[in-house]
């Protein structure tokens, strides 16, 4: 029901995209020699790296993915980029009394963090877990109650790795604390722990003269608190109150983020009441509590969801949230998010708490004892991910379903394009432009959708004159039938796309490397196509763009291995 609560803001910055543009035939030109921009950095291969939630071997972090999976990612990818991790202190301390077994566990955490450091990445620190005897119950999940005893605990941390290692941490308290998941507790219980943190930080700050960062509050929704909200009312949000209790105790509040699991790739355009997107609202109170507007705003977790813990479209058909990634993220840019972290690296499943999420771009058979798990289709978008250049071109690509990003190196030309169709797109747009009805235009479309005659108008089952509702609202209704229509026939069909460069001259090589249908799991990133080509100011390549695929082009100037 989220998804029908809000309507898009749309903001552009380089590429135009109306709503309803539906041909079957793209074209898509890259001028190789108009202006560039830097390559914004929301568009680097980001991610969680949690994973399994349960590790036979105790030294070893329990929310971290495998040591292998870590490994191959390194390899491939690097850590160049944001990397989140937890930092679970209840799991540190409960190796108090077992000093070699602690020590090692604290070695395994600082690893990762040193490799992400070393490579010019930034790691987002989630500090989590009370541990026992500073919590006002017997869980990891409790708020702290001898905040006192914590504070030493986190300064101490602190400390360590941003004053003694030097390494790049920004420090985020907690996750998700409107879930009692993850967080037993009030709202001021939430604030004081942030406080301990945010004064640590700014403490020996002042103290080594080194800026260290800290954000919060990784909420499940960016309107979310912890009692009841829905996007109707979002000063009553956490983030609002938050923003608000820094100001009144002059606490550092460097970065905001929240979590956003969606099939929609737009939901970071959803407006509010004010008839603005989240981020601009956010920044709007940002500056009215005298913090500064560009404070980054951070999507820390997010993937295709259908509200379901497995899904085939993360499983044996993962080339659907494999195109799901770019065009995301294309939408998160021009939103004017600053940065975002894909959720997670690998699966979780055979954990205490009983939770099996298929969401990693790694899977694994947890029974063998010898390592068994192989990448996703997503793992090799992530790859193409890594290929973009430091500068953007500017293009022009108008369809609701197909999207591109090209960059260019000193020697290389990348173009990514993707073709991915949101399954449940009608729902997706009537979010996207219910802020534009009044209450009983409002309370009539939602009625619509409780008592399931949606579904039946959108599949053409009910016809619209049964539709007893206001013209508005019917009109709304009958633009998401068309929309869904034409999701329905791209599903089944490819798309014939013509690209044309412009202002090309000499040699290449031309290599295409595609995700699609054709491989979900352990599949080779090699080109699919290879050739040599040759030009002058004009060349023209035709595709067809298979549904749910990415497809990325390099034009490498021959001679330059």
Request: charged letters at 25%; glycine letters at 4%.
């Amino acid at each position: 029901m989220r998804k029908l609560l809000g309507l898009v803001l749309v903001v552009l910055f380089y590429v135009y995209t109306p709503a309803f543009s539906q041909e079957t035939n793209l074209e898509l030109i890259v001028d190789i020699s108009s202006k560039t921009i830097p390559t914004p950095k929301i568009f680097k291969p980001n991610i969680d790296l949690s994973g399994r939630g349960f590790n036979n071997d105790n030294t070893w972090p329990q929310e971290l993915a495998a040591k292998e999976a870590l490994d191959l990612w390194r390899k491939d990818i690097g850590f160049a980029g944001f990397y989140r991790m937890q930092y679970n202190l209840w799991e540190i301390n409960r190796l108090a009394k077992d000093k070699t077994a602690k020590d090692k566990l604290l070695f395994n955490y600082e690893e990762i963090i040193k490799d992400i450091s070393d490579a010019g990445g930034t790691v987002i620190l989630d500090i989590f877990g009370t541990p026992e005897g500073l919590g006002k119950v017997l869980d990891q999940k409790s708020a702290a109650f001898n905040l006192g005893a914590f504070k030493v605990l986190v300064k101490d941390t602190i400390k360590y790795l941003s004053c003694d290692k030097k390494y790049n941490i920004w420090y985020e308290v907690w996750t998700a604390p409107d879930s009692g998941d993850f967080f037993l507790g009030r709202e001021q219980d939430y604030l004081n722990m942030y406080r301990v943190v945010a004064e640590s930080a700014k403490e020996l700050g002042l103290q080594f003269k080194i800026n260290i960062p800290v954000g919060a509050p990784s909420l499940s929704n960016w309107f979310h608190n912890l009692e009841t909200n829905n996007i109707a009312t979002p000063e009553k949000s956490l983030v609002y109150d938050l923003i608000k209790f820094c100001f009144s105790y002059n606490l550092p509040l460097d970065f905001i983020t929240w979590h956003a699991f969606s099939s929609d790739p737009k939901p970071e355009k959803e407006a509010t009441i004010y008839n603005k997107n989240a981020i601009e609202l956010i920044r709007d109170w940002l500056s009215y509590f005298n913090f500064k507007r560009d404070t980054p705003l951070i999507v820390d977790e997010w993937n295709f969801d259908l509200d379901a813990n497995i899904l085939p479209a993360r499983g044996e058909k993962s080339y659907i949230a494999a195109s799901y990634i770019p065009a995301r993220i294309k939408n998160m840019f021009e939103a004017r998010l600053d940065n975002q972290v894909w959720f997670s690296l690998e699966d979780f499943q055979n954990n205490q708490e009983n939770v099996t999420r298929n969401c990693g771009a790694f899977y694994f058979d947890s029974g063998p004892l010898q390592y068994k798990g192989a990448p996703k289709a997503m793992y090799n978008v992530f790859r193409m991910m890594g290929r973009l250049g430091p500068e953007m071109f500017p293009i022009k690509f108008n369809d609701e379903f197909a999207g591109a990003l090209a960059t260019r190196s000193p020697d290389e030309v990348s173009l990514l394009i993707y073709n991915y169709i949101d399954p449940e797109i009608a729902k997706s747009y009537l979010a996207e432009n219910i802020a534009v009805l009044n209450n009983a235009e409002r309370q009539a479309l939602l009625n619509i959708i409780r008592v399931g005659q949606l579904d039946r108008f959108i599949a053409h089952e009910e016809a619209p004159t049964l539709l007893r509702t206001m013209p508005k609202v019917k009109a709304l209704l009958t633009k998401a039938q068309e929309l869904a229509d034409k999701a329905k026939q791209f599903k089944g069909s490819p798309r014939d796309l013509k690209i044309i460069f412009k202002n090309i001259k000499d040699a290449y090589s031309y290599r295409r490397f595609v995700v699609d249908s054709s491989c979900s799991l352990n599949c080779e990133f090699k080109p699919a196509e290879e050739k040599e080509i040759s030009a002058q100011d004009l060349y023209q390549e035709d595709l067809k763009l298979e549904p749910y695929s990415v497809n990325l082009i390099i034009l490498k100037k021959t001679g330059c291995d």
